[in-house]
């Protein structure tokens, strides 16, 4: 059981590059997250999606884009990168009462 | 709106002695909280949860967490600290009802046990 899977692991941008990060849950579980972290702030909330079809912002979204595949897999892209968008992004997953679930991490640096 | 504070941006403790990483929220109505523990270059990794009944709550790795409505606290605890319990401590509340979904975290508490 593979839990929630998020590529690639680590990622070089330079400013202004697009990229997408991938998270895909195998566990059938509704909502799904993106956070990222940062030294000193803890886990901040850039998108969520309670349901397929639906996304909402959380804390964090501006330069951010979210999208709900399906159930399985909710992607987070960023269209122009920026410098202060270098952070550890993790991706997590839950059902109706249950604990998140999250992912191994992906380590970004904007140059 | 939602938000969690953890007021220590690091506690220290002998091993052996008791512990305890401090927690407080801001919701409205009967929230759900929950402790995750972060390793070095590590996912985060469920503690214990709180969702009703019984105020003391335990869960992985001989951890507990006392909820406290009047005060809105919910902080871990562990009789004895281990040097294996060192890591970042992460409290999170989440409001049950009407499709609110957000999780929110506190900013982190980093737990160093020294032998």
């Known amino acids: 059981n593979a839990g929630v899977t998020q590529t690639p692991k680590f990622q070089v941008l330079k400013t202004g590059q697009s990229m997408t990060l991938q998270c895909a849950q195998d566990?059938?579980?509704?909502?799904m997250y993106w956070y990222r972290q940062d030294p000193g702030m803890g886990l901040r909330l850039i998108y969520y999606?309670?349901?397929?079809?639906?996304?909402d912002k959380g804390e964090v979204p501006n330069g951010y884009n979210v999208s709900r595949l399906n159930k399985r897999e909710f992607s987070l892209r960023l269209e122009s990168a920026a410098p202060s968008q270098t952070s550890v992004y993790f991706c997590?997953?839950?059902?109706?009462?249950?604990?998140?679930?999250f992912g191994q991490g992906t380590r970004l640096t904007v140059v | 709106a939602q938000s969690v504070a953890q007021p220590e941006d690091q506690v220290n403790v002998a091993e052996g002695n008791p512990l305890t990483v401090k927690c407080t929220y801001s919701?409205?109505?009967?929230?759900?909280l929950f402790w995750y523990v972060q390793y070095p270059n590590r996912g985060l990794q469920f503690l214990l949860k709180?969702?009703?009944?019984?105020?003391l709550v335990k869960g992985s790795y001989g951890f507990e967490a006392e909820f406290n409505k009047s005060q809105t606290s919910f902080h871990l605890k562990k009789p004895s600290a281990l040097v294996s319990d060192s890591a970042l401590y992460f409290c999170?509340?989440?409001?049950?009802?009407?499709?609110?979904?957000?999780?929110?975290f506190g900013a982190g508490t980093r737990l160093a046990v020294h032998p």
């Open positions: 997590a997953s839950r059902n109706r009462d249950t604990e998140a679930f």
């Open positions: 566990m059938n579980h509704n909502s």
């Open positions: 999606s309670a349901s397929e079809g639906t996304t």
């Open positions: 919701v409205s109505g009967n929230p759900y």
């Open positions: 709180y969702i009703t009944g019984d105020n």
């Open positions: 999170a509340v989440r409001h049950p009802s009407g499709g609110y979904n957000k999780l929110i």
